[in-house]
């Protein structure tokens, strides 16, 4: 089959015919791959970012497959070590000894896919096997950020949320946030393409950061780089949260004078197996929109090199 693997600290995508992989317990699953996401984290691992292993090591972590024995399936791939805390409560992206698929595990940029546990394993009902694929990471990642806001956001009636960073997790973001809350949703975004984007997805405005007026409720930072914090901490309102989701290494100051009064910063993580149970079921039962653009797997690189030059209006999706 083929596997579009990383070899040595290069970087660079090797396109390998290999044997398909084989359950060794009955636990595991091997499902044949029918989409697999490109999400930045993929780029991080390409450079070296986040010293993934082991090597070679297969790309991919935002999977839909078709198993023999569930038909198409949704793959989760935060995978624990299902003994801990965290794991035992099904927080399994937050786990010690995670070994994520396409990060310290086998991924699916691939025709197949060991899956090691079948509790991963997640029925995708009349989902488009193709299109709903970023659910795995982008629209999962975006969902218990949102999940996190709402916790503030309900506390209050005309309460506003922002979103910072209009990419792929941001347009889910703001598609969730107007599922699931009566507050208005704006949008900070320098490119104004992007802005766009996100007011056909329900935004009632969007606009460059700096363009915006605080304070709001709930910040939702898709960015959290140094600009972007610095502006979440600005707009952030007092007794507010502030979440960072992005990866893109920010760091701002915390204490008296430095935050507003009572706001509470936190950083949000993937997803537990109870929010992508619960975001499918959300799924199925609302339309969420997903902008995706679909491209063959052997054009992995082709995806890699356009979303690093950010040419790409939501997220690209590799077909085996
Ligand atoms: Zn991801
Ligand atoms: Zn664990």
């Known amino acids: 089959m083929l596997a579009v693997r990383l070899h040595g600290g290069d970087g ?17 699953v091997v ?14 691992v390409v450079d070296g970012d986040f010293g993934s292993e082991p090597r070679p090591l297969t790309l991919g972590h935002e999977v839909t497959a078709f198993s023999e024995e569930h038909g198409d399936v949704f793959v989760y791939t935060p995978w624990g070590c299902g003994e ?26 691939a025709e197949y896919m060991l899956v090691p546990h079948r ?21 999962l990642t975006a969902f218990r950020a949102v ?15 922002l979103v910072l960073g209009a990419g792929g997790l941001g347009q889910y973001a703001v598609q969730y946030l107007r599922m699931l809350s009566d507050a208005e949703v704006h949008v900070g975004d320098p490119d104004p393409v992007k802005c766009e984007t996100a007011k056909g997805l329900g935004a009632s405005e969007a606009a460059a950061p700096g363009d915006l007026e605080g304070p709001y409720t709930a910040v939702l930072d898709f960015v959290a780089a140094q600009a972007s914090l610095e502006d979440a901490a600005r707009l952030v309102d007092r007794q507010g949260i502030l979440i960072a989701i992005g ?12 935050v507003p009064m009572e706001a509470r910063l936190t950083t949000s993580v993937w997803g537990s197996l109870d929010d992508f149970a619960e975001l499918i079921q959300l799924a199925q039962r609302e339309e969420i929109r997903h902008v995706v653009e679909r491209l063959p797997l052997a054009d992995a690189a082709i995806a890699h090199e356009r979303l690093r030059r950010g040419d790409v209006k939501g997220r690209f999706v590799l077909v085996p």
Do not use: N, W
Not at 147 to 161: D, E, F, M
């Open 247 to 258: 990866l893109h290494g920010g760091r701002i100051p915390f204490g008296f004078g430095a």
């Open 119 to 139: 509790r991963y394993i997640f029925p995708l009902g009349d989902l488009d096997p193709i299109d709903s694929a970023p659910l795995g990471c982008g629209g």
């Open 147 to 161: 999940k996190q806001a709402l916790g503030v956001l309900r506390q209050g009636h005309g309460q506003r949320a």
């Open 84 to 109: 801990c805390r965290f794991c035992a409560t099904g927080s399994e992206m937050i786990c010690p000894k995670s070994h994520e698929a396409g990060l310290f595990d086998q991924g699916g940029y």
């Open 12 to 28: 660079a995508l090797h396109f390998d015919d290999i044997d398909v992989p084989v359950a060794a317990t009955a636990d595991q």
């Open 31 to 44: 499902v044949k791959v029918r989409a697999c996401g490109v999400c930045y984290s993929d780029i991080h």
